[in-house]
């Protein structure tokens, strides 16, 4: 009986899965590489297929090159953009783009060049064929990558290539192949081609990233929907694609990759831990299958008798991929080492970027679209599927061997240190436990007898091993500040994490904790000292940042700006209280893990001291704070107490649920509520008491001779302003619109000098006033006032000054006076 089309082609997915995921088992079992297993499980099935008739309703559902490109593509890029660590990504960009694009332009005329020389294809269909074999794989990459845990920075230098060069080659093709299809190749239509590939590469980027930003706002709009949430994200990843590559004639794969790296980015900040856990996982499985498909599907297309009809054509065109490969490798990486601040690839890394340039499903759909008119049609498929399957099987194979024997697997003696020092920790943990079961008497003296030494045992030959480390000729001191130090990174992100848990930190102020954790750890890996304090600008604070300079230049005093700054201050005040936290935390562990290692006194000290001093900092900053804004500290510690508050009720909530102790809907409702004001919480801006504007009026002596009316009039056209310390609040040499009347905190006059750093010449306090010379002669600023704490000030424009000093002489005679006085003092602090 005939199946139905969509019935059959459902049985054969099924199927193929079932196949997949058997295969999957076993080839964990003998430890086979999972990819090239899949291909040749499906080369194999495809051999049955002759033989078994059942087998045939696989052929339902086989690979064409829309099912690759609009179906498969799609989900495994956008995975693995989504969880590419872009500032890893971003610091290795410059190899990365010149083996993408001039690297794939040049391994495409070698090959064609070779090829043609070796093989009967003619130069034409030989470039055609050069581009489309030139892109080397993400998928099979990633997945061989993950396979054999490469380090990372290796792995994004691979894959980051594979992602990108796809585009580049797809691009290549199609134009290559339209100049093959109209015989035309002058110079005209190649400068067209560059100008052509400009557009689609950077157009296709453009429209992922705008995709990618859309979607986030979108997402924000379902809170606590992850799974709408996750269809959102699925209907970016195609939509993206989609939209560029059919509608716009742009390049699908970028768009894709721009979504996926945008919604990864900003994602990190914006969404709860939950829902990244939600699309982690689905993404993961979603990848998954495609993978499995895919390369079940390429092994069940090769055709060995196609094969070994091409033999000798297929072995030269795997010479001339690999000749290719090693000239832009080998060729171009060592230019790009050598660009300004560039951080050097080196030459073993450059062996498993060459060897690792693995084929893939990309070149297949590429070779299998070539119509039906292309002269050489079947040859190049043949070479196509020839080198793609000599990659897949050679690399596949012998990738995780040449990683090990490169040594690029091997722990560094810190990290050697770090795991023997985890050991130690953990038997003396268990032979403690064992004694307190000894003592509570349940257990027969006899088997605790036998387990503690077991376990004394285990611990002498650990910590033995952690000695000999120790005092062994690689260790030097320089190594243990290196273990310490990393260790110490370890407890303080945990700290934070801990404090997030506990709602003393919002997620943004977490998030910017972590960052500048991993950029210590970079920094500590790199040998550079470790900074006090690094902040850390995410890309949100930094777009965020530049709209409010954007927004500060037109309405300085718009709500937005003062609302910025207040989140700003509540942030600031909230990071410093963990990081002060979290130093005191570290410093404690640093000096029990000193202790556990018997490190040198030197060490140690020089270890503590870094996170004393960050202690000692963020201490001076809330003190600063809560002394110069009181309302601000106690506005944000209320706020953190209600966060600490209503998590502990959501813990009780869950600890209840989970001993049967609230029926399902009675728990589901306290959840609910206690979700709601907690959103309810994150929501409401930090809302201090704002100084009365009268009571500051009232200690400037001058407007204390105004009439009550009066008096009310300045105090109404007073408008409020944070600034943060460092801030400038006017610039020298600009044209004066307001005067400016300090409520809290310390500003610094600075004026210009000829050589060197500008001059202080005055610090004003609360209760001064400041801008007045340029208001009353109409000369530009004369000087520049920056704050040196964080600031509460009052504006008053120069219509309500002007206003001012005509109702009232006092006001007009104090300026004057003021600003006569202060020119003086000017003058005289330059000398003669
Ligand atoms: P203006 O010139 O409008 O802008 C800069 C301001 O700095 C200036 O007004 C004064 O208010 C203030 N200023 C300049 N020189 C001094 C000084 N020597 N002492 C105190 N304040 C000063």
Known sequence: MQADPVLATVIAVVALLLIAAAAAIGLKRIRFPFTVGLVLVGIALGGLQLQVEALGILSSFSLSPDLILFVFLPT???????????????????????????????????????????????????????????????????????????????????????????????????????????????????????????????????????????????????????????????VVAYAAFITAEHYLHVSGVMATVGAGVMVGALGSTRFTPELKAYLRQFWAYAAFVANSLIFLLVGLSISLSMLSNYAGPIGWAILAVLAARAVTVFGLVPIVNRLPNAEPVNLRYQSIMYWGGLRGAVALALALSLPTTFVFRDLTLALTIGIVLFTLVTGGLTMKPLIHALGLDRPGVPDLVARAQGVVAAKRKALSRVGDLGTAGK????????????????????????????????????????????QALTVERRTYQEFFAQGRISEAVLHELDLSVDLERDALRRGEASSILPMAETLEVRVAGFGVRLLERFAPTGTAVLRHRVRTLAANYERDSAVHAASERVTEAIRHLAELAKVEASVEAGCRKIYEERAAKAMERIDALAEHFPEYASAVQERTARRIGLDAEADAVEELAAAGELPDTVAREARQRVKAAQRDLARRPVTPMQPDPEELLNKVPFFKELALTDFQRVADALVPRTVLPGERIIKQGERGTSLFLIARGVVAVLVASEDGPPRRVASLHAGDFFGEMALLSDDPRNATVEAVTACQLYELAKRDVDGLCEVCEGVQQALTAAALARKVSTARSEGP
Not at 139 to 165: C, Q, T, Y
Request: glycine content about 8%; hydrophobic content about 55%.
């Open 76 to 234: 495994l890029i956008f995975e693995s953009a989504f969880n590419m660590d872009v500032r890893l990504l971003s610091r290795n960009l410059a190899p990365v783009i010149t083996l993408a694009a001039p690297g794939l332009v040049i391994s495409t005329f070698i090959v064609a060049a070779l090829v043609s020389l070796l093989t009967p294809l003619t130069w034409g269909p030989a470039l055609v064929f050069g581009a489309l074999i030139s892109a080397t794989d993400p998928v099979s990459i990633i997945a061989l990558f993950k396979d054999v845990g490469a380090p990372k920075r290796l792995a994004i230098l691979v894959e980051g290539e594979s992602l990108f060069n796809d585009a580049t080659a797809i691009v290549l093709f199609t134009i290559l192949l339209s100049m093959v299809a109209t015989a035309s190749g002058s110079g005209e239509s190649v400068g067209q081609g560059f100008l052509d590939f400009l557009r689609v590469f950077l157009g296709g980027l453009a429209v992922g990233v705008v995709a990618g930003y859309l979607m986030v706002l979108t997402i924000s709009l379902a809170e606590d929907e992850p799974l709408v949430e996750v269809a959102f994200s699925t």
């Open 443 to 486: 257990f027969s003296s006899r088997i605790i007898a036998d387990l503690a030494k077991r376990y004394r045992q285990e611990l002498d030959h650990a910590q033995g091993q952690l000695d000999d480390l120790c005092t062994g000729p690689l260790f030097q001191n320089e190594t243990m500040r290196q273990v310490l130090l990393t």
